[in-house]
């Protein structure tokens, strides 16, 4: 049996992932993986057992990466205002300095692979984040909300403004770029929202 050459299975992801934001999906195939990497499909199955196997790796080892990231020097018993700007600011810089996976991730959201994921990999994302606005709906920082109101209050809008800036234009299509003006500008006009 052929031993595993770590450098070759990085090489294979990174293509995996260019493939997989590229084609989805449906358009994913080992056969056609194999021949982008220059390798046989045997080689493949040195690494993985099938298809479904190599993307649900790749899934938890990225989806993994984005929660240490935006857990990243989160102390859930900072008063809610210091605890949401450092969410922002690690969503922020994870999803601007990593644009491919942050579109792999959303794809994966998106998917049947979601539910073979996600549960295991944000245990211990939802334990923290639930310790943070428990604590600060006890210390009436904010009132209690729905979890679905709650994120869509306190993300969405940091999502749209990165939608944007990686698609290079507003929803009116005119050229769009994020900056920190923008950034907290927005973050200040979700904290009235989210204190009222």
């Given at each position: 049996?052929r031993?595993?050459d770590?450098?070759?299975?990085e090489a294979?992801?990174?293509?995996a992932?260019?493939m997989?934001?590229?084609?989805?999906?449906?358009?994913?195939s080992?056969?056609?993986?194999?021949?982008a990497?220059?390798?046989?499909?045997a080689?493949?199955?040195?690494?993985y057992?099938d298809?479904?196997?190599?993307?649900l790796?790749?899934?938890?080892?990225?989806?993994?990466?984005?929660?240490?990231?935006?857990?990243?020097?989160?102390?859930?018993?900072?008063?809610f205002?210091?605890g949401?700007?450092?969410?922002?600011?690690?969503?922020?810089?994870?999803?601007?300095?990593?644009?491919?996976?942050?579109?792999?991730l959303e794809q994966?959201?998106s998917?049947?692979?979601?539910?073979?994921?996600?549960?295991?990999?944000?245990r211990?994302?939802?334990?923290?984040?639930?310790?943070?606005v428990?604590?600060?709906?006890?210390?009436?920082?904010?009132?209690?909300?729905?979890?679905?109101?709650?994120w869509?209050v306190?993300?969405?809008?940091?999502?749209?403004?990165?939608?944007?800036?990686?698609?290079?234009?507003?929803?009116?299509?005119?050229?769009?770029?994020?900056?920190?003006?923008?950034?907290?500008?927005?973050?200040?006009?979700v904290?009235?929202?989210?204190?009222?």
């Amino acid at each position: 049996m052929r031993k595993r050459d770590p450098e070759k299975e990085e090489a294979v992801k990174t293509k995996a992932i260019d493939m997989l934001v590229n084609d989805g999906f449906e358009g994913f195939s080992m056969n056609k993986l194999a021949r982008a990497c220059g390798i046989s499909v045997a080689t493949l199955y040195i690494y993985y057992r099938d298809k479904d196997d190599l993307i649900l790796s790749i899934a938890a080892e990225k989806f993994r990466e984005m929660s240490e990231a935006v857990l990243g020097d989160f102390d859930p018993e900072a008063d809610f205002e210091t605890g949401m700007r450092k969410q922002w600011e690690n969503r922020y810089r994870f999803m601007t300095e990593r644009p491919v996976i942050t579109r792999l991730l959303e794809q994966f959201r998106s998917s049947s692979y979601q539910q073979r994921v996600i549960p295991d990999i944000s245990r211990a994302f939802k334990e923290k984040m639930g310790a943070f606005v428990k604590s600060a709906v006890k210390r009436g920082e904010i009132g209690q909300m729905s979890i679905e109101t709650f994120w869509c209050v306190a993300f969405a809008p940091l999502y749209a403004l990165l939608r944007f800036h990686e698609e290079g234009r507003n929803m009116a299509g005119q050229p769009f770029t994020v900056n920190e003006a923008i950034l907290w500008q927005t973050f200040t006009f979700v904290m009235k929202a989210l204190k009222l």
